[in-house]
């Protein structure tokens, strides 16, 4: 029996991060350039290491026999990103086709909403976080201020449409930060 997934009224938020390099952000993983705040998704295993998890045939991303799509996470990333001045995290909302995973999703097309910033990040991070924002016209908000942001973007997935497993991991991961950095 096949169910079809419901449309969603509201556009699907999600959080990721980005490297910033001269002035512009590009995927951490695959050398992909956001000039733009819309991206739309392609396979890009011809440029992955050995193309291993992708399908080799043509197709449309994300498909869920292939490792392509546009990333995002249900929450926001680890607070990692922090030390590493490269980092810059975000909000998106993303459309289309979405392949829904225990700890995020891929989509066919993304927009940032936003970029982030932690509160101990000095100045030049904060400069190249904000030159960004400000070339892609979106907001610069503080990493902690991320949830209660992202809400005037859309939602994210009910908890209804993601696998179990998912629903469980955000509960413990918001126990494990708390713990952590409380």
């Given amino acids: 029996m096949t169910t079809e997934a419901p449309d969603l009224i509201e556009p699907v938020v999600g959080f990721r991060s980005w490297r910033t390099l ?3 952000i590009s995927s951490p993983y695959v050398p992909v350039r956001w000039h733009d705040p819309v991206l739309h998704a392609v396979c890009h295993q011809s440029v992955a290491s050995n193309g291993q998890g992708f399908l080799h045939e043509p197709h449309r991303a994300p498909h869920p026999d292939c490792r392509c799509g546009i ?5 926001p990333p680890h607070r990692f990103a922090k030390i590493d001045f490269r980092t810059v995290p975000g909000i998106v909302t993303m459309w289309g086709r ?12 993304a927009r ?15 400069r190249a976080a904000d ?3 400000a ?3 979106v907001p610069l908000v503080g990493y902690d201020d991320m949830q209660e942001a992202a809400r005037q973007f859309g939602s994210s997935l009910p908890d209804s449409l993601l696998p179990e497993a998912a629903v469980r991991a955000k509960g413990a991961q918001a126990g ?7």
């Fill in 176 to 182: 494990w930060l708390r713990r952590l950095f409380a």
């Fill in 131 to 133: 030159e960004v924002a």
């Fill in 98 to 109: 979405i392949e829904v995973h225990r700890g995020g999703m891929r989509a066919e097309h």
């Fill in 112 to 126: 940032i909403c936003a970029l982030a910033f932690f509160d101990g990040w000095g100045g030049r991070q904060k």
């Fill in 135 to 137: 070339d892609l016209s």
């Fill in 22 to 24: 001269d002035g512009h």
């Fill in 71 to 75: 990333y995002a996470y249900h929450s």
